[in-house]
């Protein structure tokens, strides 16, 4: 059973940084995994903005690309994601999730087969 606990939201002004972390278990399958964030507004449809595949390969959404980093901690199953000089545009829950190692990609448009229950970054200008 997957199981993401998402945390280290918060409020910062334009400009700072944040870093979310997600404890996770039940990800891995065969010894491979996929795990990211996506993000969403009330009203909006999610949108993915960084994953990480047990391989290595990391893959962003162009809006973030630059400024926001993910990582993974093996030893403590704990994903995060560093995200820096933060715009208001960035306001929005994050959901840390968990998906098939086959779709693992921002471009996948259901990418978060799991998640948690997010963790709310608003950014004000």
């Known amino acids: 059973q997957v199981q993401l606990q998402e945390s280290g939201g918060g409020s910062v002004q334009a400009g700072g940084s944040l870093r979310l972390s997600c404890l996770a278990s039940?990800?891995?399958?065969?010894?491979?995994?996929?795990l990211g964030w996506f993000r969403q507004v009330p009203g909006k449809e999610r949108q993915p903005v960084a994953s990480?595949?047990?391989?290595?390969?990391?893959t962003y959404a162009d809006s973030v690309q630059g400024r926001f980093t993910i990582s993974h901690d093996s030893a403590e199953n704990t994903l995060y994601l560093q995200m820096n000089t933060l715009k208001p545009a960035d306001t929005a829950m994050y959901y840390c999730?968990?998906?098939?190692?086959?779709?693992?990609?921002?471009?996948?448009?259901?990418?978060?087969?799991?998640y948690g229950r997010g963790t709310q970054v608003t950014v004000s200008s």
């Open positions: 039940g990800y891995t399958h065969d010894g491979q995994y996929c």
């Open positions: 999730a968990a998906e098939s190692p086959t779709y693992c990609s921002v471009t996948y448009p259901q990418f978060g087969t799991y």
């Open positions: 990480i595949h047990s391989d290595g390969k990391t």
